[in-house]
């Protein structure tokens, strides 16, 4: 969607933050916008999930709305961005 000019912003785990910033680069994206939410995202309640939308929501859309640089977006708990 990205390569063909439409707005994009990938929401992952941190702990895949490595797979997807290599990936980004591997298909030719370095500059892709991502979001980082706590991981894990499987095998939690609905309530916990519904919190970690809630709390990436403005992020995602500020990417997909403001600038097209990559920023270092990581909304887990207790992290600071590098």
């Known amino acids: 969607m990205e390569t063909a000019g439409l707005p994009t912003v990938l929401v992952a ?13 591997d298909l030719g994206l370095p500059d892709l916008r991502v979001v980082y ?25 500020a990417l ?3 600038s097209a640089h990559r920023p270092d977006t990581d909304t887990r708990e ?5």
């Open 13 to 25: 785990t941190g702990e895949l933050r490595p797979l997807a910033d290599r990936t980004a680069v």
């Open 64 to 66: 997909l709305t403001g």
């Open 78 to 82: 207790g992290t600071t961005p590098t």
């Open 37 to 61: 939410v706590q991981h894990p995202i499987g095998g939690v309640d609905q309530a916990t999930i519904e919190a970690r939308a809630d709390g990436a929501v403005d992020e995602v859309l």
